[in-house]
């Protein structure tokens, strides 16, 4: 079983337990080289709040990861609203992603159109993957077929990732937010659960246009991710990057991220405006962002993947799919 393109989502990659990986970027590649992903400076304009991207920017610098133990005296909160940055019990820190509104999806390929317009209610978001140290940690067990403790944990399915939310949560006293039997997620707890796919996106975008999420589009890319081209062919450290305008780590390249929506193909045609959270069942489900293992055109973030969510055979679970989680922000 393998990651790929959901834009091509017919196409199953099979990958062997000998390791023979096959990066199912080249066959994105394949598919949009004949229709090379169109910049959208002119068409995606984010609006509204993005003045709170500015202030999110001052604390945008990634860097390790054991940080303060305690909520950051940089960024507290005030008594109109939370804290910028928070450092959890369980290690990781989160940002805050403030409240506002962007334009989703690119016309460069057919699931991700059309370009839609949705709001997205504030959230904490973990600033870097989940590592496999702070994995380890609370599972006991790490899964990672290439072993670093500060690099992202890998080869976890979708139902592994709901795993580690919950055990998240209620490590830190907080009601999880998923049904394992039914894989239903509360999204009124404050605990800990992925991403939607629309959060994910925004979070990446970060108040800018374009393909990328910064500024300098693709040219940027090597200060920002580990793909292809500079990635020696594994994941990486968490943090070694320069973070986005909200001060988020690797969103783009090192591990594909898993979301919470199931993957719908047309999804984006009938997509509620705010806060969607995906179709209500599927096959498969979504991950964002691109790898190590992919090219600069498939580390956009608007491209959209997705796989199995449950575990068949160990052997062939994915070693660049990873995770990051996102609670309540209120
Ligand atoms: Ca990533």
Not at 117 to 138: G, P
Request: with cysteine.
């Amino acid at each position: 079983m393998s990651v790929q393109p959901a834009t091509v989502a017919s196409r199953d990659l099979k990958v062997g337990c000998r390791g023979q990986l096959v990066c199912p970027c080249s066959l994105h590649r394949l598919t949009s080289s004949r229709r090379h992903p169109t910049r959208q400076t002119t068409e995606v304009r984010t609006v509204a709040t993005f003045i709170a991207v500015v202030a999110a920017a001052m604390i945008a610098g990634c860097g390790p990861v054991g940080e303060p133990a305690a909520p950051s005296a940089e960024a507290p909160g005030t008594p109109d609203g939370p804290a910028r940055r928070i450092a959890t019990a369980s290690g990781p820190v989160m940002v805050l992603i403030p409240a506002g509104e962007f334009l989703m999806g690119s016309e460069a390929e057919p699931d991700s159109r059309p370009v839609h317009r949705v709001s997205v209610s504030a959230f904490y978001m973990d600033k870097h993957e989940v590592t496999q140290e702070v994995y380890e940690r609370l599972m006991g067990s790490n899964p990672a077929r290439h072993k670093g403790p500060q690099d992202p944990v890998e080869r976890v399915r979708w139902t592994d990732a709901l795993r580690f939310c919950n055990a998240r949560s209620q490590a830190e006293g907080l009601t999880p937010c998923y049904d394992l039997k039914t894989r239903k997620c509360d999204f009124a707890a404050d605990g800990y659960r992925l991403p939607t796919e629309a959060e994910w996106e925004y979070a990446c975008r970060a108040g800018t246009a374009g393909d990328y999420g910064f500024e300098e589009g693709a040219a940027g890319l090597a200060e920002h991710a580990w793909f292809k081209d500079n990635a020696r062919r594994r994941h990486q450290p968490v943090g070694q990057k320069s973070a986005n305008a909200f001060g988020l780590c690797d969103m783009l390249g090192n591990v594909r991220e898993w979301c919470n929506d199931w993957y719908g193909r047309d999804y984006y045609a009938a997509s509620p405006a705010a806060d969607p959270h995906g179709p209500e069942q599927g096959e498969k489900t979504v991950l964002r962002g691109g790898a190590f293992s992919c090219t600069a055109e498939s580390c956009t973030a608007w491209a959209r993947y997705c796989d199995e969510p449950g575990l068949t055979d160990a052997c062939v679970a994915s070693d660049d799919s990873g995770f990051r989680c996102v609670r309540r922000a209120k």
